[in-house]
Every structure is written in structure tokens, then in C-alpha cells.
T-cell receptor, first 112, second 116 residues
Framework: GIQVEQSPPDLILQEGANSTLRCNFSDSVNNLQWFHQNPWGQLINLFYIPSGTKQNGRLSATTVATERYSLLYISSSQTTDSGVYFCAANRGSGGSNYKLTFGKGTLLTVNP | GAVVSQHPSRVICKSGTSVKIECRSLDFQATTMFWYRQFPKQSLMLMATSNEGSKATYEQGVEKDKFLINHASLTLSTLTVTSAHPEDSSFYIC????????????FGQGTRLTVV
């Protein structure tokens, strides 16, 4: 199956700083998603981005499918951005390829 | 986005008892739902794929007789942890996709199971 690697594993920022989280995947993908896991455990959908660039407020994401990586940008970080960010992908070409494989996550801590 | 509702959010049970967790897609039909397990400070690990009207597909190493999955309708999948033991204590979370093929996945709120 597909392998998903995220970096860095941990990131500590001061409020107001910008950050970039990276997700590498081992094979071509038809589905790539970024999530934020809140303190209660729920996964919040940030981006569904198998290719291209999207922006939503202070967050944006870019996936370069041909080079097998995706980046999540957080600008002007706030303490409420703290938590774990997951990248997940699948090949989506049928059968078991619809299963999402998750990276290990990036633990982001934003200090006031 | 689509809404997936999972209940209960938290449950404590005694060793040897069974616990049922429900996962519902509220505003869409889901022919396929997925069940994950997450240990503290770790990533999500897929346990099984729940298929409406047919048997679930379990990942390697997951005991199908312990984790019973039923997907009786296009909006409901259930996970039953049978004869629970303390090592089954974990965070269980379900997801559903909004259609067949390559589509965005949405997740339930998760269920924190504690077996005492």
C-alpha cells in the first residue's frame, strides 16, 4: 500500500509566526486530505487536495502530484491552531485503494 | 461539508461486556464506511472497511470476531467490541465518503472506550 510521511513531527511557534508542514507519499494518489485533530479527538477537514493549490483564510495547501508531496501553510499562527495535523492519502483506483493511509502527524504548539 | 455522527462519544464498560458504537452519515448515503483505532499520541490505524449489505473487510491483525461490524443501511454502520478487555481501551473513529470512487472522507467525533 501507499506510504505517507509527514515532517516535522513536532513544531513549536510563537503566535504570529508562519509555518509549513510537509507530506510525502510513495505513489500516485487520487485523494489527499489534510486534517486538524482537535483536543477532543475529532478530525476537522482542512483541505481535500489531490493536486493544485487551495486557500482557506490563514491556511493554504499545495499538492504537487508529479513529485509526490503536499504542503500545508499556516500564516499568522494563533494559539487555537495548536494540535495535531494529519495528512492522509489513497490511490482511489478501486477495491482496497479507497482506504486512506495516514501519516504520523505533526504536533503543532503555538505559544502566546 | 458532509456530516458524520458517531455515538457514544465516551463509554466505560466492565471487562467481559460488549459495547456497540454507531456511525451515521446524516446528510448523504455512504456505501462504504471505515473504522479506525487511535492509541494515545499515535496516528490512526485502519481496522476495517464496512460495506453496505455485505461483510466487512478487516485489516491484517484485526480480530473479526472481537470487532463485529454491521452496515445494514446506507447511513448506518456499527462496530461492536465483544468481550471487551482493558487492552481494547482506545479511541475509535469512523469515516464515510460521500460517494463511490475518489471522494472526500469525513469523520465522526470518535468514541473513547475505557474497559475497567
Amino acid at each position: 500500500g501507499i506510504q505517507v510521511e509527514q515532517s516535522p513531527p513536532d513544531l513549536i511557534l510563537q503566535e504570529g509566526a508562519n509555518s509549513t508542514l510537509r507530506c510525502n507519499f510513495s505513489d500516485s494518489v487520487n485523494n489527499l486530505q489534510w486534517f486538524h485533530q482537535n483536543p477532543w479527538g475529532q478530525l476537522i477537514n482542512l483541505f481535500y487536495i489531490p493536486s493544485g493549490t487551495k486557500q482557506n483564510g490563514r491556511l493554504s495547501a499545495t499538492t504537487v502530484a508529479t513529485e509526490r508531496y503536499s504542503l500545508l501553510y499556516i500564516s499568522s499562527s494563533q494559539t487555537t491552531d495548536s494540535g495535531v495535523y494529519f495528512c492522509a492519502a489513497n490511490r482511489g483506483s478501486g477495491g482496497s485503494n479507497y482506504k486512506l493511509t495516514f501519516g504520523k502527524g505533526t504536533l503543532l504548539t503555538v505559544n502566546p | 461539508g458532509a456530516v458524520v455522527s458517531q455515538h457514544p462519544s465516551r463509554v466505560i464498560c466492565k471487562s467481559g461486556t460488549s459495547v456497540k458504537i454507531e456511525c451515521r452519515s446524516l446528510d448523504f448515503q455512504a456505501t462504504t464506511m471505515f473504522w479506525y483505532r487511535q492509541f494515545p499520541k499515535q496516528s490512526l490505524m485502519l481496522m476495517a472497511t464496512s460495506n453496505e449489505g455485505s461483510k466487512a473487510t478487516y485489516e491484517q491483525g484485526v480480530e473479526k470476531d472481537k470487532f463485529l461490524i454491521n452496515h445494514a443501511s446506507l447511513t448506518l454502520s456499527t462496530l461492536t467490541v465483544t468481550s471487551a478487555h482493558p487492552e481494547d481501551s482506545s479511541f475509535y473513529i469512523c469515516s464515510a465518503q460521500t460517494g463511490t470512487g475518489v471522494t472526500e472522507a469525513f469523520f465522526g467525533q470518535g468514541t473513547r472506550l475505557t474497559v475497567v
